[in-house]
């Protein structure tokens, strides 16, 4: 039986990975989302279980030992987890998936899933990276300094990634993020089951 395709965004913080998969799954309605586990605080316009599901570190360590992820990551100071559960039931009904996630989270999926198809994210430049996070305001400066002091050593992992987008202008970045996901799920081998309805190859 055909599995569905798992799409992995990452990028530094700012780069736009939300925004883009946000916009992307309008576009592609038939794409899921995978909902991280967080134990950081909401943001102000996040709505408990859209973005992330909002836990307590006490439950986020108890999970860790339950296994129920399928990889988790300390990042500026927060836990973060993608639940295996969804991952196994998504592919297994032949649906794809969109992650959202780190650059540790996204080889850790690689290799626990060799198919998964990573895209990352680079803003045009560190100074357009440090004034959309300050546009933001979702994080305190020294936050932001961290943030983009970190930027430079994530971008050069970019290396390894099947697809790297420039998000320099918004609607350019989403068109390529829109061509890539499409582009993969028209590759020949998944389109074969359309084939049958026109009888067996001469
Ligand atoms: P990430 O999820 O990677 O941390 P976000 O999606 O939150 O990044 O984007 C960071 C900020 O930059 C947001 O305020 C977003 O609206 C803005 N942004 C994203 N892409 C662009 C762009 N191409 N031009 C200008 N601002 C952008
Ligand atoms: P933010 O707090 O800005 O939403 O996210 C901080 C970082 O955590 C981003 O790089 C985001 O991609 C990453 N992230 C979100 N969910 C997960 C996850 O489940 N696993 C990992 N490894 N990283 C995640």
């Known amino acids: 039986m055909e599995t569905g395709l798992l ?27 995978s909902v991280s586990y967080t134990t950081r605080l909401p943001r102000k316009d996040e709505r408990p279980g859209e973005a992330y599901h909002f836990v307590s570190r006490e439950t986020f360590t108890a999970m860790i030992d339950k296994g129920e992820f399928a990889e988790w990551a300390e990042i500026y100071g927060h836990l973060y987890g993608t639940p295996r559960s969804v991952i196994e039931q998504t592919l297994r009904k ?14 850790q999926l690689k290799k626990n899933y060799p198919r998964a198809i990573t895209i990352f994210l680079i803003p045009p430049s560190l100074e ?20 983009v002091a970190k930027a430079g050593a994530e971008i050069a992992q970019a290396r390894g ?19 890539i996901v499409l582009a993969e799920k028209h590759r020949g081998e998944r389109m074969k089951k359309h084939l049958t309805i026109f009888g067996k190859p001469r």
């Not at 032949?94 to 989270?105: A, M, P, R, T, V």
């Open 128 to 147: 357009e990276l440090e004034k959309r996070l300050q546009k933001r305001e979702t994080d305190s400066s020294a936050v932001i300094g961290e943030r």
């Open 94 to 107: 032949g649906n794809d998936l969109l992650f959202d996630i780190d650059g540790q989270g996204s080889r």
């Open 7 to 33: 799409f992995i965004v990452s990028g530094p913080s700012g780069s736009g990975k939300s925004t883009l998969c946000k916009d992307l799954v309008k576009l592609i309605p038939d794409i899921q989302f």
């Open 161 to 179: 990634y099947a697809y790297i987008i420039i998000n320099d202008i918004y609607a350019q970045a989403l068109q390529a993020l829109h061509s």
